[in-house]
């Protein structure tokens, strides 16, 4: 079985950092793209950031130039930085995985997409 934990999440002033981290566990093999999606209250989840093993990046328009998704591939972790965080920034940030192929039960098993619990991030003075 494969699953995300994500880190980093927490209470930070406007105007601030915080670096996200989300690392998949299991006897994975492959995974093609990771990213971030982030759900405010009452609002639908949103795309925040992708990247590809090859490095491809793919960010939500208004979050281009605060935000930057990055991603070890040995370590099967994708990390967001978030810099100049404003208050519209509060959501729940969740990690994704998606097209995954991993080694369970004596086979290797293909998944199209993982998800994180979430990781809550306010942005308050």
């Known amino acids: 079985q494969v699953q995300l934990v994500e880190s980093g999440g927490g209470l930070v002033q406007p105007g601030g950092s915080l670096r996200l981290s989300c690392t998949a566990s299991g006897s994975i093999f492959r995974i093609n793209a990771m990213g971030w999606y982030r759900q405010a209250p009452e609002k639908q989840r949103e795309l925040v950031a992708t990247i590809t093993s090859g490095g491809s990046t793919n960010y939500a328009d208004s979050l281009k130039g605060r935000f930057t998704i990055s991603r070890d591939n040995a370590k099967n972790t994708a990390y967001l930085q978030m810099n100049s965080l404003k208050p519209e920034d509060t959501a729940v940030y969740y990690c994704?995985?998606?097209?995954?192929?991993?080694?369970?039960?004596?086979?290797?098993?293909?998944?199209?997409?993982?998800w994180g619990q979430g990781t809550q991030v306010t942005v308050s003075s």
């Open positions: 994704n995985a998606r097209d995954l192929t991993y080694y369970s039960g004596g086979a290797y098993r293909y998944e199209y997409e993982y």
